[in-house]
């Protein structure tokens, strides 16, 4: 897995309309971040957030969950995911996705 592939990846995910025909669910966005989160800055650099900050808190032990893991590894395992999640869509905007990372 190259970093261009991953950056390609990263770049679909975040243009993704909200109310558009392919939509990862909370748990794959949960996925992504964990996996963009090792990619980028590698194992968890920060204290766990507060009791009340419910959002914050899922993030950080998703990102916590996977220390240890390689920048290398994180980046296959985000574009895998992806590309799962393009693949079961099955529309011709995620065909086209899918073959923009097949070509970074």
Same mark, same amino acid.
């Given at each position: 897995?190259?970093? *261009? @592939?991953?950056? &390609? *990846?990263?770049?679909?995910?975040?243009?993704?309309?909200?109310?558009?025909?392919? @939509?990862?669910?909370? #748990?794959?966005?949960?996925?992504?971040? &964990?996996?963009?989160?090792?990619?980028?800055?590698?194992?968890?650099?920060?204290?766990?957030?507060?009791?009340?900050?419910?959002?914050?808190?899922? @993030?950080?032990?998703?990102? @916590?969950?996977?220390?240890?893991?390689?920048?290398?590894?994180?980046?296959?395992?985000?574009?895998?995911?992806?590309?799962?999640?393009? &693949?079961?869509? #099955?529309?011709?905007?995620?065909?086209?996705?899918?073959?923009?990372?097949? *070509?970074?």
């Amino acid at each position: 897995m190259t970093e *261009a @592939k991953f950056n &390609k *990846a990263v770049e679909i995910v975040q243009a993704l309309p909200k109310d558009g025909p392919i @939509k990862p669910s909370q #748990d794959d966005q949960l996925y992504f971040y &964990k996996y963009y989160k090792q990619a980028t800055i590698g194992d968890v650099n920060t204290s766990r957030p507060g009791m009340l900050d419910f959002t914050g808190k899922a @993030k950080w032990d998703a990102w @916590k969950s996977v220390e240890g893991v390689t920048k290398e590894e994180a980046w296959a395992k985000y574009v895998e995911k992806l590309v799962e999640i393009l &693949k079961a869509a #099955d529309t011709e905007e995620s065909k086209g996705f899918v073959a923009q990372i097949e *070509a970074a």
